[in-house]
């Protein structure tokens, strides 16, 4: 048995699809092609397994993902993670922010950043160069209408350079891709089998 | 055809072949191939599994409308008149697919496994459902992208 949940937990976390997924005894050539790159390392999961019923899509999409999350230099990882979390905490996906929380806590031992973050939100006290990278992904998930030239001077003046800049874009955007996959087509739930924090 | 120059990215935020930010952006050469090729796979696929060309300008066009981002809305408004098929979304499959379009771009959280279904129901195949899917994230991943180089383009 499993529930949906609506809050944000460093917990275990399970997806439950809405749309059933490729049989993968029954998959096509594109679509066990398309699944061979997969954003996890984990064994290929109901979310990818969705995802492939568009094998195109999807054979494009992983390698995107692991170039904009994973990509050598310019911005830290630890700092591609705080923009996603931000903006899954925006889109209200619980799983992409727990999971993102997690990796962020592992990549810089710093628990505390992604406890106030969980406790205030976007409005969280941080250090000057946290505050300017979580204050740039939350407007551009909100309304990326609404970003003009004024919004790279924060981030500049914390140090960032263009590159680190555009890895911040890319990371967040994406997460205004994932999200409303994550979230759209099934739903986070938490495995009822031990205690879970909720 | 992925690694064009300019690609679709470029054109958009209006980048010259030679400027600063279309050479930063081949700093992330993977992230410029598969940018480009998910749009190729998007909205120019080899099978379209039942979400037909027109129905997918005519989606990001919405998409780009909802977030105000006129630039995409030029480019899908001038690509779906390439299409010479203006209103491809009508009746009940069109109304069921905008709606989608709608919460899936605006309230990504108050999606339901009711939308699923009734994608399904107004006949849909699961391979268009994920091909809807795509499109509408891919849109809303393509504007802040844009967004992010026009603000570099700008403060330059």
């Known amino acids: ?198 | 055809m992925s690694d064009g120059n300019p690609d679709v990215m470029d054109t958009l935020a209006g980048l010259a072949d030679e400027s600063a930010l279309a050479a930063l952006r081949r700093q992330r050469p993977d992230v410029v191939r598969h940018l480009q090729g998910s749009d190729d796979a998007i909205f120019a696929p080899a099978h379209h599994g039942g979400l037909t060309r027109p129905e997918r300008e005519a989606c990001a066009l919405r998409v780009a409308s909802l977030l105000r981002d006129s630039v995409l809305e030029e480019h899908y408004h001038r690509r779906l008149v390439a299409l010479g098929e203006m209103h491809p979304l009508n009746g009940t499959r069109g109304e069921c697919i905008l709606a989608h379009v709608d919460r899936v771009t605006m309230d990504p959280a108050d999606a339901a496994k009711a939308d699923i279904d009734a994608l399904l129901t107004v006949g849909l195949s699961p391979h268009a459902v994920v091909s809807l899917s795509q499109l509408i994230a891919y849109v809303n991943f393509q504007s802040r992208v844009l967004a992010g180089l026009r603000m570099l383009k700008g403060a330059a």
């Open chain 1, 1 to 198: 048995m499993t529930r949906p949940i609506r809050n944000f937990t460093q917990g275990e976390l399970d997806w439950q699809p809405w749309l059933a997924p490729v049989d993968l005894d029954a998959a096509t050539d594109e679509q066990r092609a398309a699944l061979k790159i997969t954003p996890s390392n984990r064994t290929i999961g109901a979310y990818s397994l969705v995802l492939a019923h568009d094998p195109e899509a999807l054979e494009q999409r992983s390698p995107l993902y692991n170039a904009i999350m994973f990509g050598p230099k310019g911005l830290p990882r630890a700092e591609r993670e705080l923009g996603v979390v931000v903006a899954s905490r925006i889109n209200g996906c619980a799983y992409c922010a727990s999971v993102h929380a997690k990796r962020f806590a592992e990549l810089t031992k710093a628990p505390e950043v992604m406890r106030r973050i969980q406790q205030d939100g976007v409005q969280a006290t941080l250090e000057p160069r946290q505050k300017a990278i979580v204050d740039y992904a939350a407007k551009l998930t909100r309304d990326p209408a609404a970003i003009t030239p004024a919004d790279a001077a924060p981030l500049r003046a914390q140090g960032l350079s263009d590159l680190e800049i555009l890895d911040l874009t890319h990371a967040v955007a994406m997460f205004a891709w994932a999200n409303r996959l994550m979230q759209t087509l099934g739903e986070a739930t938490t495995p009822a089998r031990e205690g879970n924090p909720l």
